[in-house]
């Protein structure tokens, strides 16, 4: 299934003194670490930001959102109106272990559905799931109507949630570390010291 690697990069970066990503893990830019990952698998990458003058030497499209300063929810819309395939898999920009067999699964998981999202230890990962075109009205109207939580499009939608149990069955690794966010500083030392272990083997 033709399916488009999206990069989220539309965070403040409020805990960190700079764009976290290009944060570095092991002397690789965070966001570098997830293109490469991204251009390996998809036959579309592109990322979705507000500051695109950041990340024009990653030679990818870039793209702004549609409604701004609405959270999440505009980038993962931006990206839908904009991708060329009708699925995409989107990534935030502060998560290096991405787990692409894990990835994998869960686009072969879309049949019919709309979005696919993991579960872990009872919250969604809204930033590391699976969406479709079909998103796209529901999205619009909740950013014209300030409703900006995920889940409410969830509910709207035919989404399938994946437990937690069935998520290990199809990755090698911790899942908290496979969706570890580099919000702050600790966050940081902690993933440079899984990174010889985790990076070398996705």
């Known amino acids: 299934m033709k399916t488009t690697g999206v990069i989220l990069s539309g965070g403040k970066s409020t805990r960190m003194k700079y764009n976290k990503a290009f944060a570095k893990i092991d002397g690789k830019p965070i966001i570098e670490i997830i293109m490469a990952k991204f251009s390996n698998y998809f036959d579309e990458t592109i ?11 990653l030679g990818v499209p870039i793209y702004t959102d549609i ?7 505009s980038g993962i819309h931006s990206a839908l109106v904009n991708a060329t395939n009708d699925t995409i898999f989107t990534s935030a920009c502060d998560m290096p272990f991405i787990d692409m ?9 879309k049949n019919n559905h709309d979005i696919v999202v993991p579960e872990i230890n009872g919250y969604y990962q ?10 796209i009205t529901v999205l619009e109207n909740c950013l014209i109507n300030e ?7 969830y509910e709207q939608l ?11 069955k199809h990755s090698k690794n911790n899942l908290e570390d496979v969706f570890l966010n580099i919000n702050d500083e600790i966050s940081l030392t902690r993933a440079n010291k899984l990174a010889g272990r985790l ?4």
């Open 47 to 57: 990322i979705i930001s507000n500051q695109p003058d950041l990340y024009k030497q």
């Open 67 to 73: 409604y701004p300063s609405k959270g999440p929810m």
């Open 101 to 109: 067999d894990l990835v994998s699964y869960l686009i072969n998981k």
């Open 126 to 135: 809204a930033l590391s799931a699976l969406y479709t075109k079909n998103c």
């Open 147 to 153: 409703k900006l939580k995920l889940i409410k499009i």
């Open 158 to 168: 035919n989404t399938l949630v994946v437990k937690e149990k069935n998520l290990l």
């Open 199 to 202: 990076l070398s083997s996705q």
